[in-house]
């Protein structure tokens, strides 16, 4: 198996989740019972931004996170969050040590 290259993936697989939003919101997610379009956008989102966070310093983990406001345009501020997200971790080195939950505790960890 090839080496993984996370950030492609992870602007991949947002532009995936904008693209589907195109359906609906309201849409039901098949594997996320109970869940809208809506609701998946909003939670990969707000993991995206904490993850963000932790990786640049501005908080040191759970304790200090602060969830975000919901916007009124989901959609764009996911797809903002997700390149914001891509673009930050691309500028720092994985060795770089950050809160995590596990063992290895750097952005690489975060990366992944």
């Not at 697989?13 to 956008?41: K, M, N, Y």
């Not at 969050?81 to 960890?109: K, M």
């Amino acid at each position: 198996m090839g080496r993984v290259d996370y950030l492609a993936a992870l602007r991949r697989d947002g532009d995936r989740i904008v693209s589907v939003s195109e359906a609906g919101l309201d849409r039901s997610v098949p594997s996320c019972a109970g869940w809208t379009i809506a609701d998946l956008i909003w939670h990969v989102g707000v993991v995206h931004t904490f993850w963000r966070q932790v990786a640049v310093g501005a908080i040191t983990g759970p304790e200090t996170y602060q969830e975000p406001a919901r916007p009124p345009n989901l959609v764009d501020w996911f797809r903002d969050g997700v390149a914001e997200t891509s673009d930050a971790l691309a500028g720092i080195d994985p060795a770089v040590p950050a809160w995590t939950w596990g063992r290895r505790q750097d952005v690489g960890f975060i990366r992944r």
